[in-house]
């Protein structure tokens, strides 16, 4: 997932016509003290840390300027601060509006209903978890006809808003939708959604942008959310990789088979951390790049599962060897595989003869690598 | 019978000149499937593994009656390859493509659904009834006819199961691979009515995955319209909670979509819940009437 910082998130909402605060993004406290001294970013400011987690008002990433020096002050403050894991790297200096009433509009995919859905709620400002079920609309919009002008009326009445105020949600609702089709958005966020006088202005914006239609959208390729070097490299490779705190690393051909595993594993006392799902693939090529990720995680022992299906076991069988030699001896591991399908018995032989232990049954190669992690083997 | 591949099967191969398409062409053929013809545009005239290729899919199916699709071609171009089959008339289409934009999948659900055609995946295995034919890549050695029908969200993990149901001495009806992607042509419970009908279906598999309430929606179905034994299997009791960012997907599954709410709705609904894959199948033994299933 592309997931845009919020003043990426205004960049577009701009471009589409929904209404955002007058501001600007600075990356120093003489940039921000700059904004505000020529007047590109209006007094009294807010200044927002431009991180991707939640919780910013209480967290004191969220600051407040009358003056160029208090501006420089709050950058002064919040750039370089750790945020829930994350760095503050960028800050957006806004002019600071005297809000109405606060709202709540998204719209996200409905993946049972299998079309976008807009979700509202007059509760906005807030959490949207915390707020009551029976307080959210919930509109599916089929998407060719599109978002239709009764839906946008059941968004204004839900909000209690008439005349030119309900215009203004009409057409914000509109660009929401262009925007979301147009820019093949995973998620589109307003929370909240301000009512300044009579106008309706987006104080905050989620884009999430669907990682598999970023050939169409080139610029969003370099906005990516923070990885490890090592994601970096699994990424470039088409593998899935997830690193967590236990000490087995579990390589899998599909998601299912992963999650799976992990099931198991955990069931015969495992701690498993890191994760590498190949997809559907029994590539050997793959399996063996895997491999060589996985060295580099430095995991206790690790538990190779894959079920193969067009390339043969003693293929993949082959590959993991000379994968193996090529580990430095000082971050080799103890190394489990369960290979399945085509000329499994021929792979495993080769696999043993290497001093590599290899069973077919999913439970017995479990317990294996659970032993082998604790020391046992 | 068997369920929507049978021995009359006959399959056109979108973009079977490719990696994937000419090896799996290989496959399905000896499986035992009839594969008529593959398009690639630019190909026409050339053959692969024997089947001839066409520039367009009208012009495959004027000259080999195919019935059924099987779509490889890469994700930016699988829209037009599915709006282009189900124009030429095919209503039941295999899409093995993964990467497939989620936006674009809207459009061909949306499209095939009005014209009255089916489609399986995007990013799946397929569709094989043994003895008879498949489309899709399920791996040919997992499989032996018998009287188990499957459905699963996984792939590998499908090949799996139903590898163990075969090893217990058991045999499969058809199994159907629905893929994984946020937006899927045939969901369980749109699959879950094909082996109601079934008279060759004595009892279901159905393998699914956290996330999502596409199993709660089936144990719905199953408590009030499925009279079959159902066995399933949950994956990702253990899986850490996904991290997400903006909280619109956890309004609209709210309360649902664990491994705990899923587990629980198909117990409820007279299902056998296999903690492990490798449980299915005894359980499978013990719900089937008596031994047709062997």
Redesign the interface.
């Known amino acids: ?1 592309v ?1 845009l910082a919020e003043w990426r998130g205004k960049e577009l909402f701009r471009r589409y016509g929904v209404p955002v605060p007058q501001g600007q993004v600075a990356r120093s406290p003489d940039e921000a003290e700059e904004l505000v001294r020529t007047g590109a970013v209006p007094l009294p400011c807010v200044v927002k840390a431009q991180v ?1 987690a939640g919780g910013r008002g209480k967290g004191g990433a969220v600051r407040f300027a009358n003056t160029p020096a208090e501006a420089r002050a709050a950058a002064e403050a919040t750039l370089g601060l750790d945020f829930k894991g994350e760095t503050v790297k960028e800050i957006l200096l806004e002019e600071k509006l005297a809000i109405g009433h606060e709202y709540y509009v ?7 209903l ?4 807009l ?1 509202a709620s007059a509760q906005g400002g807030v ?3 915390t707020v009551d ?1 029976k307080a ?1 609309d ?1 509109q599916p919009v ?3 006809p599109g978002l239709a002008a009764y839906e946008k009326r059941r968004a204004a009445k839900l909000f209690g808003l008439s005349g030119p105020t309900a215009r203004s949600l009409d057409l914000l609702l509109d660009s929401l939708w262009r925007a979301f ?1 147009q820019e ?1 958005a ?2 589109i ?1 307003i929370n909240p959604l301000a009512l300044v006088g009579d106008r309706l202005i987006a104080l905050d914006a ?1 884009v ?1 942008i ?1 990682d ?2 970023v ?2 959208h080139p610029e969003y390729a370099e906005i990516r959310d923070d990885r490890t070097p090592l994601e970096e490299i699994a990424r470039e490779k088409d593998i899935a990789f ?1 690193q ?1 705190s236990g000490n087995i690393g579990v390589i ?6 992963t ?2 595993t ?6 015969f006392g495992g701690d498993p951390g890191v994760f590498l799902d190949l ?2 693939t029994d590539d050997p090529k793959k399996v063996t790049e895997a491999f060589l990720l996985m060295a580099q995680a430095k995991p206790k022992a690790v538990f190779l599962n894959i ?4 390339t043969r076991c003693d293929t993949v069988a082959t590959g993991l060897v000379e994968a193996m030699r090529q580990v430095p001896a000082a971050d080799r591991f103890p190394l489990v595989a369960r290979i ?3 000329n499994e018995k021929e792979g495993i032989e080769i696999l043993r003869a290497a001093g590599i232990t290899a069973t077919p ?3 017995e190669s479990a317990q294996a690598v659970v032993a082998a992690a604790q020391g046992r083997a | 019978m068997s369920v929507l591949v049978t021995g009359e099967t006959r399959v056109v191969v979108q973009g079977i000149t490719g990696h994937q398409g000419t090896v799996h062409t290989r496959q399905m053929q000896l499986f035992g499937t009839h594969v008529v013809a593959g398009v690639t545009p630019g190909k026409a005239g050339t053959s692969v593994e024997g089947v001839p290729v066409f520039d367009s899919v009208q012009e495959a199916v004027d000259a080999s009656r195919a019935n059924a699709s099987c779509i490889f071609v890469p994700a930016p171009f699988a829209r037009d390859a599915l709006i282009e089959s189900v124009d030429a008339g095919i209503r039941l289409a295999v899409i093995v493509t993964e990467h497939i934009p989620f936006h674009d999948m809207l459009v061909m659900y949306h499209y095939a659904r009005e014209k009255g055609a089916r489609i399986i995946g995007p990013n799946c295995p397929g569709i094989a009834s043994p003895g008879k034919a498949k489309v899709g890549i399920i791996p040919n050695v997992v499989f032996q006819p018998g009287r188990v029908g499957v459905i699963s969200r996984s792939g590998t993990l499908t090949y799996e199961i139903v590898n163990g149901i075969k090893e217990h001495g058991l045999g499969q009806s058809t199994c159907i691979g629905l893929g994984g992607d946020p937006v899927i042509g045939t969901s369980f419970v749109d699959a879950l009515p094909y082996f109601e009908q079934d008279p060759e279906t004595d009892a279901v598999v159905m393998v699914g995955e956290i996330g999502g309430t596409a199993e709660e929606d089936a144990a719905e179905f199953i408590a009030h319209h499925f009279t079959k034994p159902v066995v399933a299997y949950i994956a990702g009791r253990s899986a850490p909670p996904g991290k997400r960012m903006g909280h619109a997907g956890a309004i609209i599954t709210r309360g649902k979509g664990t491994a705990e709410t899923k587990v629980a709705a198909l117990e409820a609904a007279g299902a056998k819940v296999a903690r492990f894959p490798y449980e299915i199948p005894d359980l499978v033994a013990g719900v089937l009437p008596t031994e047709a299933g062997r």
Not at chain 1, 114 to 117: E, G, H, K, N, T
């Open positions: 997932m997931k991707l998204s719209l996200t995919l409905d993946r049972n299998r079309v976008p859905i979700i959490e949207i978890e079920d959210i919930r089929h998407p060719f089709n093949d995973d998620l966020e989620k999430v669907e598999d239609a050939f169409r997830v967590l899998a051909n599909g998601a299912g088979l999650m799976a992990l099931d198991v594993l955990k069931e997809g559907g079920f193969g299906g067009v399945r399908g085509n049954g999913l439970k």
